[in-house]
């Protein structure tokens, strides 16, 4: 069975009230151009007996553009979103999609089987599916009768 651990996972009315603020903030007091929020690429997180599951929304980015770290319980994303080039007299009406580098790092409730862990790209979601090492799995112990 899967358990969701994304972030505001509990609160999620709260959460997403909280990033729409701070990017208003950015907004307000950033400028005109978007950078990647702090959270960026969005995530879900779902984790079970025999590993986890990470979807990561990055439209617009190439999947070479991509690198994926794994070293024990921790995952790390990074990449870039290049800004878009319409043509050369075309000027900015509205730019609501942020541009630029990126770092995404989540810790899991385990350790990771990285030599059997895999992703696949579609749509622009990124797919991980991150399998326990057979030692971290949990076991049900029985008891001997004495």
Same mark, same amino acid.
């Given at each position: 069975?899967? !358990?969701?651990?994304?972030?505001?996972?509990?609160?999620?009315e #709260?959460?997403r009230?909280?990033?729409?603020?701070?990017?208003e903030m950015?907004? %307000?007091? &950033?400028? $005109?151009r978007?950078?990647?929020?702090?959270?960026?690429?969005p995530?879900?997180?779902?984790?079970? =007996?025999? &590993?986890?599951?990470? !979807? =990561?929304? #990055?439209?617009?980015?190439?999947?070479?553009?991509?690198d994926? !770290?794994?070293?024990?319980d921790t995952?790390?994303?990074?990449?870039?979103?290049?800004?878009?080039?319409? &043509?050369?007299?075309?000027t900015?009406?509205r730019?609501?999609r942020?541009?630029?580098?990126f770092?995404?790092?989540?810790?899991?409730?385990?350790?990771?089987?990285?030599e059997? %862990?895999?992703?696949? $790209?579609?749509? &622009?979601?990124?797919?991980?599916?991150?399998?326990?090492?057979?030692?971290?799995?949990?076991?049900?112990?029985?008891?001997?009768?004495a």
């Open positions: 069975m899967l !358990t969701d651990l994304a972030l505001g996972g509990r609160w999620p #709260v959460a009230d909280m990033r729409r603020l701070q990017e950015n907004r %307000a007091f &950033g400028g $005109f978007l950078a990647v929020p702090a959270e960026y690429p995530v879900n997180v779902w984790a079970g =007996a025999d &590993g986890a599951i990470i !979807t =990561a929304e #990055v439209p617009g980015v190439a999947p070479d553009q991509i994926i !770290t794994v070293h024990q995952v790390t994303l990074r990449g870039k979103r290049e800004p878009a080039a319409p &043509g050369k007299d075309a900015v009406h730019e609501e942020a541009t630029g580098s770092a995404r790092t989540l810790v899991l409730p385990f350790r990771v089987d990285s059997k %862990a895999s992703a696949r $790209f579609e749509r &622009g979601v990124l797919i991980l599916e991150l399998p326990r090492p057979p030692a971290d799995k949990p076991r049900q112990i029985k008891i001997n009768p």
